[in-house]
């Protein structure tokens, strides 16, 4: 009786069970949201391999959605990937645009860019760079008359014109890595953020250059957006781009023409003054991946957790004797002798796991570069994460930081938190970081036969220490206190720096290879007319990268402007 019972219970459920059951899953189904995304590679479509790119994708979805928009860029020679990952929040049907900023690598294979919700993937496309579209550097142009400015380019030449709205400015100084100029023609304040203007005017700090297109009748330099890019004492360049004043921005520059290089009658006169404007060379940044190869190659344990082991393990060959001694007195010393070698094998399994994490550790060599006239920094970091066992390494770091692999490794970026590194089978992994920090520190030399004189103003709040003036490929250091600083220097105190080769440690190493750079004259730059630097440690404050480990030190590289020049 019981079993026929129990046979049309069952029945039951599954005659109910079942329609339940599937209706459940149409019901989850259904709550997936359908999404569809436009998505942008580049700048109108141009793309520079191996620099800092923005992805853009117009998302628009069917409900409200919270979740994280992943740019995977895979490495062409390997099955890993660089990751960076933003929050997006999307209405119910209204279009968001979101732009990641994403490293190129493999023109041959798309880039994947994922939807995720809570921890689930609920979408995925692809894109890929079109044939023809891989250039050498872009110049971003700003008009609203887009033909033209293309002819004054070289037909040999592999810079492209790339026509963009205000909307499509970066909003990080990053992403102007693949950019030669801004061309600005007619601009709409009201669709410039300020977010766009910091990252535009970091950017031209840092060495970029602006160029405002003003024939006469023009009412650009009227913009709010642009007047602060504008010099009381402009320069004027050689010819034959004479017209043209250069006013001087950080390392960089804004370039005023009076010529519409637009009009379908241009000059012949007039496209040489747009050809010598529009070949001015980037400076070179002071950071360059050679600073990799100065820094040492692992990192060690440190000094006391070496001298711990060495204690425990003497520790350990004193206690010998009498543990041999004590398992000879009955239990009662078996017990004992047991408990002490317990001790210290704790103790030692202990150390040998600090050192471990020692070991797996980030070696950084970080620079902030001054601007000139600018109270900004440019702060470039290159690191070499050392995993002796392989496994997965977190780095954090700062929300206007991007951190790049510069090998092949598994990365994820998430902007403005963590970045995580898997090197699977390998060892090392390097990787680089950069940002622009607010440093209001400045400085001017005045040279008068063998009298040189500094003068430093410091209002960053932060010491400065073991301060060093770099003059024509000599080193002499100085004493900066307070916020303003005045220093004759010794004509017989010069000395040249140490060199690379018989430098120790990672502060060492960093320093001479700054100083080898500096007498090389890696940025110099004669726009601004630096004739030598001022190199220190900057006190509380450390790298963009950052672990958990001991903090690595901040060299801080101050240009000092020439004669008539305040600081």
Do not use: C, K
Not at 47 to 76: F, I, K, Q
């Amino acid at each position: 009786m019981a079993m026929p019972l129990l046979f049309a219970l069952g029945g039951v459920l599954l005659i109910v069970g079942l329609p339940l059951w599937f209706a459940v899953g149409d019901g989850a189904a259904a709550a997936a949201p359908f999404v569809t995304a436009e998505i942008r590679l580049g700048y109108a479509g141009y793309v520079v391999p191996d620099v800092w790119m923005p992805a853009t994708a117009v998302l628009r979805s069917d409900r409200n959605l919270e979740g994280v928009l992943e740019v995977a860029a895979p490495h062409p020679r390997s099955s890993r990937a660089a990751r960076v990952r933003a929050e997006v929040h999307l209405e119910a049907s209204v279009p968001r645009a979101v732009t990641i900023p994403a490293v190129i690598r493999d023109l041959r294979a798309p880039i994947v860019l994922r939807l995720i919700e809570a921890g689930r993937p609920v979408a995925e496309w692809r894109a890929a760079v079109p044939p023809g579209r891989v250039v050498d550097a872009i110049i971003l142009t700003l008009s609203d008359r887009p033909v033209g400015l293309d002819r004054l380019l070289p037909t040999e030449s592999r810079v492209r014109i790339a026509y963009v709205g205000p909307d499509s400015l970066p909003v990080r100084f990053q992403l102007y890595e693949g950019v030669q100029a801004v061309v600005v023609h007619t601009l709409d304040d009201r669709r410039v953020t300020p977010t766009q203007l910091e990252a535009l005017s970091g950017w031209v700090a840092a060495g970029g250059h602006l160029i405002l297109v003003v024939p006469p009748g023009s009412d650009l330099l009227t913009r709010a957006s642009l007047r602060a890019f504008l010099q009381r004492d402009p320069r004027a360049p050689a010819p034959p781009a004479a017209p043209a004043r250069v006013h001087p921005w950080g390392r960089g520059a804004v370039t005023v023409v009076p010529i519409d290089p637009f009009r379908p009658d241009l000059s012949p006169e007039g496209a040489a003054v747009w050809r010598r404007v529009l070949s001015r060379e980037t400076p070179a940044p002071l950071v360059e991946r050679t600073l990799l190869d100065a820094l040492p190659q692992s990192g060690g344990a440190s000094a006391l957790v070496q001298l711990l082991i060495v204690l425990t393990l003497g520790g350990y060959l004193v206690a010998l004797r009498p543990l041999t001694a004590w398992s000879q007195r009955g239990r009662g010393g078996v017990v004992l002798s047991l408990a002490l070698l317990g001790a210290v094998t704790a103790a030692a399994v202990a150390l040998a796991a600090v050192a471990r994490t020692q070991m797996t550790t980030l070696i950084q060599g970080a620079v902030a570069e001054g601007l000139p006239q600018r109270d900004l920094a440019r702060v470039e970091a290159l690191g070499r994460v050392v995993l002796p066992q392989g496994g997965t390494f977190a780095l954090r770091t700062s929300g206007e930081t991007l951190v790049r692999p510069l090998g092949e490794a598994d990365t994820s970026l998430r902007l403005g938190g963590a970045v995580e590194l898997d090197g699977r089978a390998a060892a090392t992994l390097s990787v680089q970081g950069s940002a622009l920090i607010s440093l209001p520190v400045q400085g001017s030399i005045h040279v008068q036969g063998e009298e040189v004189t500094v003068e430093i103003r410091n209002r960053a709040g932060r010491s400065l220490r073991d301060p060093v003036v770099v003059h024509n490929g000599r080193i002499q250091p100085i004493a900066v206190v307070g916020a303003e600083a005045r220093v004759t220097l010794a004509p017989e105190a010069w000395r040249d720096p140490p060199p690379l080769e018989v430098a120790r440690g990672v502060r060492a190493r960093l320093l001479a290879w700054t100083f080898g750079r500096l007498r090389a004259g890696a940025i110099i730059d004669p726009t601004i007319d630096v004739t030598a630097f001022l190199v220190a440690w900057l006190e509380e404050e450390r790298g963009v990268l950052r672990w958990r480990g001991p903090p690595a030190p901040l060299l801080l590289v101050v240009p000092l402007i020439g004669r008539g020049d305040s600081p």
